[in-house]
């Protein structure tokens, strides 16, 4: 039942405006509204009612195992959202002075120095939103580097065929056209295809390390010099950067610039699709172009840099300063790990990843990359039970969810066919991976003997499976009473 | 150690079956060469008992002030239960609904949502939202380009009276793909922009024309006839709109003539609607469109359908448009929305209701009426331009006041006032010229005190300067 469904007119039980609408006569009458919006008539209990149990429908890191492959869905520790909400915080307006801005100014100056340390990079901006805008302020510096060398005939980006689909619509968006490498059986990048793809026209190319396969790239150090005798920047996505935390950096591998998504590596809460952030780091070289705004430190003092401080800044992505409640999460995570722990982080991910797959591979799975490490993330391919039971790696993913499992990344990455992206992370107990692998032995039984079981999921949740044709056909987006 | 849960016995257990001697094993195909060193930089760990001392510190760090200060935040009342529920664990640590079926809460809330921010506008159709105000109008503007077929010129107008950093915002995100913005100066006298003016810059074919409402200086825009003008020459119009003025201002889908009626699409920032002003963020960009173009719409949909037994049910929708189909002909890069966000928007005004919304914004109207005629009533304080405001006015100090805007923010600050946004780098030739803002919040009691310490310090400076003329 929609909340529109609970209303009746003249229904209004919440002591939340003032009881009194003052008088808007001094307005001239055709700027005003002429028919109030059809909003709900609930009163404040019913909204409660209603919104909590919408909750109890979803599926959530706090409820369930939630593999989601290249997504990190990691413990989001509670004191990380209590103590960014303190009031201090909450109401401190984006234009107070500086000066009055201290406290927030301060965890954000440590944030940009703790970033730069873990990835190796010289300088970091906090402003862009998300993952995507991180990518564009990226991609974005990079086109600012060539042109403020006079260089404008770099109009190509290379992405390998593994990448997420950011990545080539963000080069588009910037102004470059794309070119895809494709990827080797082995997981890593052909090497040969890209000596072929560079030249003068090469203005980057934007790399996930480990790939979205799940693997190292061990090749990193040919590829960058490949980058770079072209004159090109390599770009470093930030996606998988919770696998090598505190063990390897992007600026020691030879990236230009970075973009890390603080929602993954540094635990802020994904709250069902967003906020996120895209903080993007540099090398010296990059460090004019980095978006606006960047807080610096003056005689103990923190402000803002702005245009005038900044002159090459690619510019603005945001009315103020990015996301400061989420930037303050991660702020708050990093201040828990440490540096001893954010080794950890790599290594207990690592070792989930791994351990997994070992047991995937011992449960009769097929893996997508046999015979290389996992590194957070691997990758099983259910192309052998589709072949024989004519089951897809959708249904195994809707029967997981009956059995009381957030179902991995289905369909992605688009190379292997029939795959799960089964990402475990580092807050996950070995109990639970275990209960996992059951749960996925268990289908893979079911495949064989009850196949109807993997088609009829889920049937324990509050929907069957949707019409999603019907959805895309008959748009109905919006309540019209 | 924090947050993870592994026992010496379990790590054991787990590298058996892997086949590894250590964990250190596991990363063996990566360089030993290129290796991370100890990250000094970053301090050692602390427990939560120490962080919370730390981030108190902080927190208390930051000013306390009386807040007048607009300008694109603001500040709200927010019923508690908004963000008690929002922060339940199955909204907070949810991600994308991927996986409909297990998604159901998100998916019809965001339904809900679209709902609702259709209803406020008058637009047909909503997306799940973008980051926030200004990257929306920049994903607008992008959307014009593509929808507005007829037109090749990709050069859209922006009047000045559009908040200065959405316009900035605007311009980093669309310079890569050819788009052009052409300025519209506003009327000095009205503080809005005429429709003369905007003649005088429509030079030839234009894409689309974007008009906030209200405008940066809190000024009414002749919406009606600047939009029945647009769509004469086949230009698009863009509405930038503070959804919380909209429960009472004609809203964005009503505007114009009936027959080619209302704004093709509408942007603006949610803030208002449910998100504390938390130093800048997050907060939500709104998006919504007329139906003939909800396939150039960027960012997430979520639309109604209904299970195998015919039972209601959520599902994102035209998927197609969205990077992880398309790649590079997608409609946008936006990979998310600002869920979290949306979620406590959506309880807020369902809490609120249309009354509760239209009561608020009538007495953010009212007390700024009352606020600007007690500080007006000092001498040297003036309301910069005629026309209707609503709950934001520009107010300029003349010569009589002897005071830059800056001193005089800065002297308002020290008496525990945040007294408005110094308009004088973005728009000089206003002079010395402040935006000052209430809210439903400020009451008669904090007017009193705003007014109070406005003719303290510009008299205080009268009589300093009277004093150095002396010496």
Redesign the interface.
């Known amino acids: 039942m ?3 469904e609970h209303s009746s007119e003249g229904r ?1 039980g ?1 002591p ?9 006569s ?3 009458e ?5 028919t ?7 009163s ?1 209990l019913q ?2 009612r ?3 149990r ?10 369930e195992f ?1 593999p ?1 492959g290249s ?1 990190t ?5 509670r ?1 990380c ?1 209590s ?15 500086d000066e ?5 100014l ?2 954000m100056h440590d944030l940009q ?2 970033l ?3 990835t ?1 990079m010289a300088a970091f901006s906090l402003a862009p ?5 991180g ?2 302020a990226g991609v ?1 510096m990079i ?1 600012a580097y060539h042109k403020s060398r006079g260089d404008d005939q770099r109009k190509e980006i290379l992405v390998p065929d593994a990448a ?3 990545n ?9 056209s ?1 070119k895809e490498i494709p990827t080797l059986d082995n997981g890593d990048v052909d090497l040969d295809a890209l000596k072929q793809a560079v030249g003068p026209q090469t203005a980057g190319l934007m790399l996930t390390n480990p790939s979205t396969l799940g ?2 790239e ?1 090749n ?2 040919a590829i960058a010099k490949v980058i770079h005798e072209a004159g090109g920047l390599l770009y470093y996505d930030g996606a998988n950067l919770n696998a ?1 935390l ?4 992007p600026g ?2 030879g990236f230009d610039v970075i973009h890390s998504n603080l929602h993954k590596t540094f ?1 802020t ?8 952030s895209g903080a993007v780091g540099v090398a010296e070289r990059l460090k004019p172009f980095l ?1 606006l705004p960047v807080v610096t430190k003056e005689n103990e003092n923190y402000r803002y840099l702005t245009a005038q401080d900044c002159p090459e800044s ?13 930037l303050l999460r991660a702020y ?1 995570y ?9 080794v ?1 982080v ?3 991910a ?3 990843a ?2 997994m797959m ?2 995937a591979k ?1 449960r009769g799975f097929t893996l997508a990359i046999d015979s ?2 996992a590194s957070h993330e691997f990758i099983i391919t259910l192309k052998n039970e589709a072949r024989d039971y004519h089951v897809s790696a959708m249904d195994f ?2 029967r997981l ?1 009956d059995l009381g499992y ?2 991995p ?1 289905t369909y ?1 990455p688009l190379l292997v066919p029939e795959c799960l992206l089964i990402e475990p992370t ?5 109990e639970a991976l275990d209960g996992f692998m059951d749960a996925l032995e268990q289908i893979k039984k079911e495949a064989k003997e009850t196949p109807e079981l993997l088609h009829a999921a ?1 049937q324990t ?8 044709v ?3 056909k ?7 009473g | ?6 026992t010496e016995t ?2 054991t ?3 058996n ?4 001697d250590s ?2 094993d ?6 030993v060469h ?3 060193a ?11 008992m120490e ?2 001392r ?12 009386l ?1 007048f ?1 607009g ?3 603001y ?1 709200h ?1 927010i ?1 508690s ?1 908004v ?1 008690e ?1 929002t ?20 998916l ?5 949502f ?7 506008t ?1 637009m ?3 997306n ?2 973008m ?5 929306s109008l920049a994903e607008a503007i992008l959307m014009a380009v593509r929808a507005n077929r007829k037109s090749k010129s990709r050069k859209i107008l922006i009047p000045t009276t559009v ?1 200065p ?2 316009r ?2 605007a ?3 669309v310079k ?3 788009v052009e913005l052409v300025d519209v100066p506003y009327d000095k006298a009205s503080g809005t922009v005429n429709l003369e003016q905007i003649k005088q810059q429509a030079d030839g074919d234009i894409t689309a024309i974007v008009l906030q409402q209200p405008n940066f200086f809190g000024c ?1 825009e002749a ?2 006839e600047i939009t029945d003008w647009a769509h004469e020459n086949n230009i698009l119009v863009i509405a930038v709109v503070n959804p919380l003025v ?6 964005p889908g ?1 505007w114009g003539a009936e027959a080619n009626k209302g704004a093709d699409i509408a942007c603006g ?1 949610g803030q208002p609607l449910g998100a ?9 960009g709104l998006l919504c469109c007329k139906q003939a173009y ?1 396939r150039q719409m960027p960012g ?10 015919g ?5 994102l ?2 998927q ?1 448009r ?9 409609t ?12 406590a928007s ?2 807020h ?12 914004a ?2 953010c ?2 007390n700024n ?1 009352k606020l600007v005629e007690k500080l007006t009533a000092i001498d040297g304080v003036n309301k910069c331009f005629s026309g ?1 405001h ?1 709950h934001e006015t520009v107010l300029v100090f003349d010569e009589k006041s002897g005071q830059s805007a800056a001193t005089v ?2 002297a308002l ?1 020290d008496k525990g006032i ?1 007294g408005g ?1 110094n308009l004088s780098q973005d728009y000089p030739e206003l002079g010395n010229a402040i935006l000052v803002c209430t809210t ?1 919040m400020r009451n008669d009691d904090d007017i009193e005190a705003y007014a109070k310490a406005m003719k303290e310090v510009l008299t205080s400076a009268v009589k300093n300067e009277t004093l150095a003329e002396t010496a």
Not at chain 2, 114 to 120: C, E, I, K, P, V
């Open positions: 929609l909340i529109f209004n919440a939340q405006s003032p009881v009194e609408k003052a008088s808007l001094a307005l001239p055709n700027l005003l509204r002429k109030q919006a059809a909003l709900p008539e609930v404040e909204a409660v209603h919104f909590t919408l909750s109890q429908k979803n599926f959530s890191i706090d409820t939630y989601l997504c869905m990691k413990y989001n520790p004191a959202n103590l960014a909400m303190l009031p201090g915080f909450l109401n401190a307006h984006p234009l107070t002075p009055q801005n201290q406290g927030f301060a965890c120095s703790m730069c340390e873990a190796g939103m998300a993952g995507a805008q990518e564009f974005a086109d997420h689909g950011t080539p619509a963000t080069a588009v968006m910037c102004g470059f794309v693997v190292f061990r990193i150090e090598i505190g063990k390897i950096r020691d591998m635990s809460p994904h709250g069902g699709g967003g906020p996120g978006p690619i510019g603005r992505l945001s009315a103020f300063m990015g996301n400061p409640g989420v708050i990093m201040r828990f790990l440490g540096r001893e722990g954010m950890r790599a290594e207990f690592t070792l989930n791994n351990y070992a047991e011992t290389r490490r993913a809707k969810l957030h179902a990344t992605f580092e807050s996950e107990a070995k889920p949740l509050p929907v069957k499976r949707l019409d999603e019907r959805a895309a008959q748009l109905d987006l919006a309540y019209k | 150690m924090p947050f993870i849960p592994h379990e790590i257990q787990m590298l079956t892997i086949g590894a964990i250190d596991l990363f063996d195909e990566i360089p290129l290796r991370a100890v990250m000094d930089a970053i301090p050692t760990g602390m427990n939560e962080i919370a730390l981030m108190k510190q902080r927190a208390e760090l930051n000013t306390k002030a807040c200060l300008a694109g935040s500040q009342h019923p239960a963000w529920i922060t339940r664990g199955e909204f907070y640590s949810a991600y994308t609904p991927y996986q409909a079926e297990a998604s159901q809460g998100t019809q809330l965001t339904y809900e679209q709902s609702m921010m259709t209803a406020l008058a047909d159709v909503s799940a939202s980051y926030d105000g200004a990257s908040n950093v959405y900035q915002t311009h980093t995100i890569g793909q050819q009414l919406v009606d909209m429960s009472v201002i004609n809203p009503e920032d504390p002003m938390s130093a800048g963020g997050p907060y939500y909800v997430r949909i979520v639309g109604r359908t209904v299970d195998l037994d039972k209601e049910g959520f599902v929708t035209l197609a969205e990077q992880h189909i398309r790649r590079s002909k997608a946008s890069n936006i990979c998310t929305n600002q869920g979290l966000v949306v979620t959506t309880i005004m369902s809490i609120m209701g249309a009354k509760g919304l239209e009561n608020t009538a007495a109207f009212a009426n209707s609503f923010l800065a600050m945040l946004f439903e």
